[in-house]
């Protein structure tokens, strides 16, 4: 099974009255994430949370996940941007 290396990067978010939120900067916050290619974005939100990145009590059913593993994971809650994860190397078993 093939597993990822990750970067974790956070927004700086602009509101905007009629778009929601803008982002206007990103930041690296964590290296070196590795996430194996079964992961559900469930999982991936757990892991978010253990982490503190989102909110725990946050309800995991409003936040979604876009993207490709073997190149950016987008993460949203309810819509709005939260941050993503840039894939730095695939790695084999």
Known sequence: MKS???NLFNYDLW???ENGYVVNNVFLIEKDIVITEDASDEDIIRLLKRMNIVNKFAKNKK???DGEFDYTLYVDYNGDPVCELR???I???
């Open 91 to 93: 790695l084999e078993d």
């Open 63 to 65: 936040f979604s996940i």
């Open 4 to 6: 990822y290396l990750f």
């Open 15 to 17: 509101a905007d009255e």
């Open 87 to 89: 894939c730095t190397k």
